[in-house]
């Protein structure tokens, strides 16, 4: 059977770390977001005819 009982396991303090962490981080936001608006501008601008 399946022990469910809870006892006094410490808790795992280890784990890894996923993606939505690494994403959830200020800097790399702020790269991505600085990024992300500089494609925009360059893609906008090849709408445009000079």
Same mark, same amino acid.
């Given at each position: 059977?399946?022990?469910?009982?809870? %006892?006094?396991?410490? +808790?795992?303090t280890n784990e890894p770390r %996923?993606?939505?962490? +690494?994403?959830s981080q200020p800097p790399l936001m702020i790269f991505l977001t600085v990024i992300g608006v500089l494609l925009l501008m360059a893609a906008v601008h090849d709408l445009f005819p000079l």
């Open positions: 059977m399946l022990d469910t009982s809870r %006892g006094d396991a410490p +808790a795992p %996923g993606c939505l962490f +690494a994403l």
